[in-house]
């Protein structure tokens, strides 16, 4: 059984910082493109970062830039997203996603929230 289980979200301050993780069971994660998004209330679910199989590329949204981190341990079959410097516009429910570069077979996590408020 596929599982992607998000955690690490929760209420913060501006400026603060917070690390999600997402830990992959059911598929060989090493084998899989992974990626954050996010969703806020009323808005669609758009691309955080992407990080490559052995993690030897990733790629950001241009306002996440410098400010989040996406990395993995696939020892672990887990990837992270550090965010620092936190913003209210950065409260959002992020979700992982694994996507095979082979198949383009596809899986999503539940979901954490993330509340960045004062």
């Known amino acids: 059984q596929v599982q992607l289980v998000e955690s690490g979200g929760g209420l913060v301050q501006p400026g603060g910082s917070l690390r999600l993780s997402c830990t992959a069971s059911?598929?060989?994660?090493?084998?899989?493109?992974m990626s954050w998004y996010r969703q806020a209330p009323g808005k669609e679910r758009e691309l955080v970062a992407t990080?490559?199989?052995?993690?030897?590329?990733?790629n950001y949204a241009d306002s996440m830039k410098g400010r989040f981190t996406i990395s993995r341990d696939n020892s672990k079959n887990t990837v992270y997203l550090q965010m620092n410097s936190l913003k209210p516009e950065d409260t959002a429910v992020y979700y992982c996603?694994?996507?095979?570069?082979?198949?383009?077979?596809?899986?999503w996590g539940q979901g954490t929230q993330v509340t960045v408020s004062s």
């Open positions: 059911g598929f060989t994660f090493s084998s899989y493109t």
């Open positions: 990080i490559t199989t052995a993690g030897g590329s990733t």
């Open positions: 996603k694994a996507v095979s570069p082979f198949s383009y077979r596809t899986y």
